[in-house]
């Protein structure tokens, strides 16, 4: 009789397991967190990494163990950067779209996500500061519409998520005579409302 108690026990797991991640599911939810940006570097100038914060909504559609999760979200994005003319310190706003695809892992409000897909970036706000000798030679020309690619991690608990992410930025930002492109790493923390 034990065994016959321990192989249903199992079985009704595993069945919920399944239905779980079969039946398609829709989640709602809020989240926040920070950001350290930093910018790749070409010629001859040095930049720092530097934190910035993120707060938006999310939506998650899953069945068969996928998901599609769209996002938006306001996001600042903050670096400084100094070559032998001068330092910018450069400040962007901007409302970002991820549309992320990617898998999950777990059951019983618990699980594991993993995901990848495109961002685009729409910049509401470009503040820059830079000395005066320096003028447009240090200025960072951060576009109104950028393209990044999000690669990411993230852990259920029950309606609680955290998330790790890395975004390589796809579009290249003047800084002067040169090039650049603007990558960040993000934590954050999201509540699903229903």
Sequence with gaps: MKKISIILIACLITAYSASAQLIPKVQFG?????NLTS?????????DNRAGYLGGIWARFGALGFNFQPEAYVTSKSVNVSDNTGTTSAKFTSIDVPLLFGGKVGAFGFGARFYTGPVVSFAINKDQSYSAAAGSITKLDYKDQNYAWQLGAGV???????????????????????STRINLFNLSLAYKIF
């Design 156 to 178: 259920d608990i029950r309606s609680l998520s955290v998330d790790l992410r890395y975004e390589a930025g796809l579009s290249k930002q003047n800084y002067g005579a040169g």
């Design 39 to 47: 910018i790749s570097k070409s010629g001859t100038f040095n930049a």
């Design 30 to 34: 809020i989240k926040g967190g920070m």
